[in-house]
Each structure stands twice: as C-alpha cells, then as structure tokens.
C-alpha cells in the first residue's frame, strides 16, 4: 500500500469508531496520532518530491519551448542568407524542439493535477491530525464513560437477571394477596362471632316470650280451674239445700 492510500485511510478513518472497537482506547488514539504524524511526514516527503518533479517538468518545457524559438529566429536569419540547407536544417531542430516542449507540457499538466490532488489529501490530514489532537481528552474522557456506564448497565442487568426468582413487585403482589386473604378470614370469623352472639340474644328473646306466653297460660289455667271449682261447690251446696228441702 502506497504511502497516501495509507493516508487517505486514516484521513477517512472514523475515529470514535477505531476507539470503540479498542481494548484500550487511550492506546489507540495514541497510537493513530503517531500514525497521523508518520503519514504527515512520509506525505510531505513525497508532496515534496511530486512539486520538484513538476519543477522540472517546468523547466524542461521552458528550456524545449526557448530552443525551438531559436532554432525559429535561426532558420529566418538563413533564409535571408540564402542558406536554404541551414535554414532546412534550423527548422527541422526547431520542429523536434516543438515535439519535445509538447511532450513535456503533457506531462507538466498531468503533474500538476497530482500534486494539487496530494496537497489536498495533506491539508485534510493535517485538519484532521489537529482535530484529533485537540479533541484527544475529549474523546478518551467519552469513551471512559461509556466504559463505566456499560459496566454500570451490565451489572444492572446481571442483577436483575440473577434476581428474576425473586421479582420485587411480584413479592409484594403475593405479600398483598396473603394479606387480604387474612383480612377476609378475621371477617369472616368477626362476622361468624357476630351472628353468634345476635343468634344467642335471639334465643333469649324467644324464651322471654315463651316464658310469658307459658305464665299468661298458667294464669288463665289457674283462673278457669278456679271458676270450676267455684262452680262445683255452688253446685254441692244447691244439691245440699235441695236435699235438705226433701228430708223436711
């Protein structure tokens, strides 16, 4: 791999994502800052190589474009000279002065693109290199608590995992329903008693009446057997007085 595809990486490289799949965050920012730096100086060197290439190209053209020139003014001064096979001559120098300024220029233009394109990739590496370098305790300081707080969560699910058999709500659910269950008996026993105790008054009343209805019977027995007896002993006495008229 080239040394900019190297650095056309790392310039796409998603930091919080490198750090999130690192054992060690703090190591691998580290880690991908020296590799920023490295790839910010093997970068240069060849930046700098490609521009001094481009320089060259630069001038061969200017020295290729400045010789066929002369070899222009030279196949003029020949012709008015008379000297058609110098001039012959001039020109055909001249013509491979042209070829070759031609060549050069081709391969100028196509240089300069690539050092435009290189230059490029440098600036976003370096933008990024400082960004990443501004914001390295930022990034370390988020990734640490995204370490505690996933830790924190886990403990928290391994908890209530553990604790699943004995579900707080579900505890409480069964706690209330024993205890309305014990409410309902003393309520029921409380009304049992009750009824109890009512059925009992009840009995009272009932014998208080019977007692009553058996004293007022007796009276009116006493009375009617007295009103019988009455009434035989009127009856003896008559029976007496009648006897005692016939003796007469």
Known sequence: MGIFDRVTNLVRANVNDLLDRAEDPEKMLD???????????????????MIAQEKELEADFEANQ?????????AKRAVAASKDDLAREALRRKKDADENANV??????IQK???????????QLEAKYQSTVSQKEAL???QRRA???????QQAAATVTSL????GSAELDRIERKIRSNEAQAAAYEELGTDTFDNQFRELDYDVDIEKELEALKAGTSGVAGELAAGDDDKATTTTYKVTQVDE
């Open 31 to 49: 880690q991908i800052i020296r590799d920023m730096e490295s790839g910010i100086g093997d970068a240069k060197t060849q930046v700098a190589a």
């Open 66 to 74: 400045k010789l066929a020139d002369e070899w222009g003014e030279k």
């Open 104 to 109: 050069y220029q081709q391969q100028l233009e």
């Open 113 to 123: 693109q690539t050092v435009s394109k290189l230059k490029s990739q440098l600036n």
């Open 140 to 142: 370390i300081a988020r």
């Open 147 to 153: 370490e505690v707080q996933k830790k924190v969560n």
């Open 164 to 167: 699943s058999p004995l579900d």
